[in-house]
């Protein structure tokens, strides 16, 4: 098997065994880049230090210094996410050619942690959307079938992961982005709980909804990435001050006892029978290995995606007023005095979807509307994390499916906004209530393109959901046997 087709945990291991160096992951993973990449699509901008960030780790193994389990494993990073130094676009024509002057919380530990940053994924602009279609930047092919889409809004991390461009990655997720794209490529993606992981330096879409997380091909992969990134930060007050365990080695794979809910209002009309049968052959797995199972019901799911797109919508139009052509970014080069210049700006260096959110954000939050909709959306999440925490009162996860059908074709649905909304129905919940979720996969469809299978726990119970994801895979025989797609 080459290099870049093995996990991260077992690279770690060669690496502390010194069965490789470094240098020969990072040149295998560069190598396999080259030629697929124009087939995949996954990076906006890829590092041109990789082989010294390599070399470096290796000269640091070879000193005999003590070193994070990750260090000198490759990570790409969404495009949203600070890199010091390092173009960091969102996929917008807005921040073409912002680099910024400092690293994200994420990337620092990242880089302390001597991991080889491989590159700036692909995403759809500013994070809105859940195909990757809506980035300014190129289009991303989903790994199994290149006609197909990757999934968002962090389908460059996904892809370039299923496709072995590197070995793990952060998304985001504000609605649903790390898990949708995971379970469309195949591989493993957390939604971290709310003030787990830093947001500093992540560009604000929604933030009392979004969080970085970790993605890989194997559950332990994930934990251990996990692992790294969590915490306090001072630079981000919402950040929880706790213990959080070395969840990678914490993975027991036992399930004897666990209560597993299964709400019926995430299996009915909308979701592909294919991906409910595939999700509900998971949960007799687990059941069969000494979970109890359940099915519950959770009727406010109803009201989850409109209170949502008001909420996500409401915040964006208020992060995203900082674009206006002085402090930072894209300006339009012709205008008449100042208000023009922003509406140039503005009209210009945003694509349509944002612009979507923008107006539906600025009319929610308008004096006449406020009470219709914004105060409403406000009630309805309440109202769904009220209802989470009582079927958490009976169950210590719930499984669902993670997105509503396979991959669709690129095209497909982008001239229809209000289809692809809908298909957030089974991931913003976790981010309306701030929980824990993560998707795995769960086998393939007939014609090859991957599923995915969603747990969500109470808040700060990574672990339990974690080892829930991993009972899952051993029971499966392991996700990843090797093999990269195309
Ligand atoms: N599809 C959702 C949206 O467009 C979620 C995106 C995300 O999680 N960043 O808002």
């Not at 787990?196 to 990435?225: C, F, H, N, W």
């Not at 914490?250 to 006892?257: I, N, P, R």
């Amino acid at each position: 098997m080459n290099l870049y087709e093995k996990t991260a945990t077992e690279l770690s291991d060669m690496l502390r065994r010194k069965e490789c160096s470094a240098a020969e992951i990072s040149q295998e993973v560069l190598e396999r880049t080259e030629t697929s990449e124009e087939r995949i699509g996954a990076y906006i901008t890829r590092c041109e230090d990789v082989m010294q960030q390599a070399e470096a780790v290796d000269k640091a193994i070879a000193e005999g210094r003590a070193l994070h389990p990750l260090a000198g494993i490759p990570i790409a990073l969404k495009d949203n996410i600070s890199t010091k130094g390092i173009r960091t676009t969102c996929a917008s024509r807005m921040l073409e050619n912002y680099v910024p002057p400092y690293d994200a919380a994420v990337t620092e530990k990242v880089r302390r942690a001597g991991m080889v940053i491989t590159g700036k994924t692909n995403m759809d602009e500013f994070a809105m959307g859940a195909s990757t279609e809506t980035s300014y930047m190129k289009v991303t092919h989903n790994p199994h079938n290149p006609e197909y889409v990757p999934g968002g809004s962090s389908g460059g991390s996904a892809a370039a992961v299923a496709a072995g461009e590197t070995i793990l990655s952060l998304g985001s997720d504000t609605g649903g982005s790390i898990r949708q794209p995971a379970a469309l490529c195949g591989i493993v993606g957390l939604k971290p709980t709310y003030g787990s992981v830093s947001r500093y330096g992540l560009v604000a879409y929604a933030s009392s909804l979004e969080q970085i997380g970790p993605m890989g091909k194997t559950v332990r992969d994930t934990a251990m990435l996990y692992s790294l990134i969590c915490g306090r930060d001072q630079m981000d007050a919402t950040t929880v001050r706790r213990e959080y365990p070395d969840f990678a080695s914490a993975l027991s794979g036992k399930v004897q006892g666990l209560r597993i809910g299964v709400p019926r209002e995430y299996f009915g009309d909308g979701i592909c029978p294919e991906v409910s049968v595939a999700v509900w052959e998971g949960i007799r797995l687990l059941e069969q290995a000494g979970a109890s199972v359940r099915e519950i019901s959770l009727p406010d799911t109803e009201y989850a995606v409109s209170a949502y797109y008001i909420i996500a919508s409401a915040e964006a139009s208020s992060n995203l007023a900082r674009y206006d052509g002085v402090r930072y970014g894209f300006r339009a080069k012709h205008y008449k005095g100042l208000t023009d210049m922003y509406e140039r700006t503005r009209s210009e260096g945003f694509g349509d979807e944002v612009k979507r959110r923008v107006m539906l954000g600025t009319f929610v939050l308008s004096s006449g509307y406020y009470d219709a909709y914004y105060k409403k959306a406000r009630a309805a999440q309440q109202r769904i994390k009220r209802e989470l925490a009582d079927a958490f009162r009976e169950c210590d996860i719930l499984i669902t499916p993670t997105y509503p059908t396979p991959a669709f074709p690129l095209g497909e649905k982008s001239d229809d906004p209000l289809k692809l909304y809908m298909s957030d129905i089974c991931t913003v919940t976790a981010n309306l209530s701030g929980l824990p979720a993560i998707s795995v996969p769960c086998g393939k469809t007939a014609s090859g393109l991957p599923m995915g299978m969603q747990m969500m726990a109470p808040a700060f119970s990574e672990q339990v959901l974690l080892n829930a994801a991993y009972a899952y895979e051993t029971l499966c025989g392991g996700f990843w046997s090797g093999g990269t797609v195309i």
